[in-house]
């Protein structure tokens, strides 16, 4: 076994679990999930059958994770958050066929006790703030607090809330890569290698 599962956790069959994912105490992943390579996912989490987790996906402890979900590498997912699938759920009423998708983007935080309603995308890098209920789409890069959660601002890869210039140019103080904001929408500015001339 390539992936590290704790006695007291349960896994379903026709899972598909990456090399270095560790499972920890009293966790369930249902039938037919995908969970990429060095993920990690902590106490008491639930995860709803055909959910995918990309790479290095961390889910801290009491995550309820359920079908129609999808998150991409590197997304964090904080303590005791939680998704839904179903924006109108009845216990009288079976809805199964319903389920509506929510794809998290890579590198994407959701802080502790939030609440990602279904049915929307959230942004690369976005980063959601504890508690926050978030109820539409978010761009990359968003920062996005309360209930319903509404924009503050702009966060870097790093986690670090960016500041734009007069020509809409932010630095992360962390990493120094540099950030351009046009027309509300944020993208990376890659480093271009410069050319001597002769």
């Not at 069959?13 to 990690?40: L, P």
């Not at 309820?64 to 991409?72: F, H, K, P």
């Not at 020509?167 to 992360?172: L, P, T």
Request: charged share 20%; aromatic share 8%.
């Amino acid at each position: 076994m390539k992936y590290f599962k704790h006695e007291t956790a349960i896994i379903d069959k026709c899972c598909r679990i990456g090399k270095g994912t560790k499972i920890w105490h009293f966790s369930h992943i249902m039938t037919n999930c995908t969970i990429g390579e060095n993920c990690n996912i902590s106490q008491n989490v639930f995860i709803a059958p055909e959910v995918v987790l990309g790479n290095n996906v961390k889910v801290q402890n009491n995550v309820s994770i359920y079908t129609g979900v999808t998150c991409e590498d590197d997304v964090f997912l904080g303590p005791s958050m939680v998704f839904t699938n179903i924006s109108n759920p009845r216990s009288s009423i079976v809805r199964k066929e319903q389920y509506e998708k929510t794809n998290v983007g890579k590198g994407a935080t959701i802080g502790a006790n939030a609440t990602i309603i279904c049915g929307h995308n959230i942004g690369k890098y976005a980063f959601i703030g504890a508690g926050a209920v978030v109820t539409k789409d978010l761009p990359d890069y968003a920062l996005v607090i309360g209930n319903p959660a509404r924009q503050t601002g702009w966060m870097s890869e790093y986690g670090h809330r960016l500041f734009f210039d007069e020509e809409g140019i932010a630095v992360c103080p962390e990493s120094n890569q540099k950030y351009i904001l046009k027309n509300e929408v944020v993208k990376k500015l890659e480093n271009i290698p410069t050319v001597s001339l002769p």
